[in-house]
């Protein structure tokens, strides 16, 4: 199937972990992106990757990290996590103008205990 | 900044009937506009895509209009189905950014 496919779907950890969300497309897009959809259902956008570049980088703490090993893969990283990063994060891909394609992933909910 | 709004928040509705949902944006040059349906635990699928240069996009028994001028798009679902229960989400971006900007979204329920 192609598709944007993002793990784990389900992620509980504690205060203070570091967690990764892996994200994967084989849409053969070139750009991906790391979106954040809190409690009130807003979805803003976090980074977004072109052939494994960093092209936005919204003001996001230190503390999240992607990291885009090839276009096809981007990841996601969080040291220290506080109970406010609890959100569903996800991923989504196109074709490098904006709106072509864009296609989610399902989305990781992460819940900070 | 771009600033995203949606109305009504929710919406039920008995099946069968039309409707229309509301996007409304506060910057006026976007590049395109898109609309999106959200399931529960899911993620988005996107239903349309408007260019700027567009007035209107047609799938189905859906019906997106844009009207850049004025800030504003439109929705419309024809002969609704409980099956088109589900969120659905109004996003724009702009020139030369690669990134949307979204609504909170309508929470529609279509009730047999």
């Known amino acids: 199937d192609t598709a944007v496919s993002q793990t784990p779907k389900y992620l509980v950890t504690q205060m203070g972990n570091d967690k990764s969300i892996k994200c994967e497309q084989n849409l053969g897009h070139d750009t991906m992106y790391w979106y954040k959809q809190d409690s009130k259902k807003f979805l803003k956008i976090m980074f977004s990757y072109n052939n494994k570049e960093l092209i936005i980088n919204e003001t996001v703490p230190n503390r999240f990290s992607p990291k885009s090993p090839d276009k096809a893969h981007l990841n996601l990283h969080i040291n220290s996590l506080e109970l406010g990063d609890s959100a569903v994060y996800f991923c989504a891909s196109s074709l490098r103008v904006a709106g072509y394609g864009y296609t989610f992933g399902s989305g990781t909910r992460l819940t900070v205990v | 900044k771009q600033e995203v709004t949606q109305i009504p928040a929710a919406l039920s509705v008995p099946e069968g009937e039309n409707l229309v949902l509301n996007c409304s944006f506060t910057?006026?040059?976007?590049?395109?506009l898109q609309w999106f349906r959200q399931d529960p635990g899911k993620g988005l699928t996107s239903l349309l895509l408007i260019q700027s240069s567009q007035r209107e996009q047609t799938s189905g028994r859906l019906n997106a209009s844009l009207d850049k001028s004025s800030g504003r798009s439109t929705l419309y679902i024809a002969a609704s189905q409980p099956g088109d229960s589900a969120t659905y989400l109004c996003a724009v971006s702009l020139y030369n950014f690669n990134k949307f900007y979204f609504g909170s979204g309508t929470k529609l329920n279509v009730k047999p």
């Open positions: 910057d006026s040059a976007i590049y395109n």
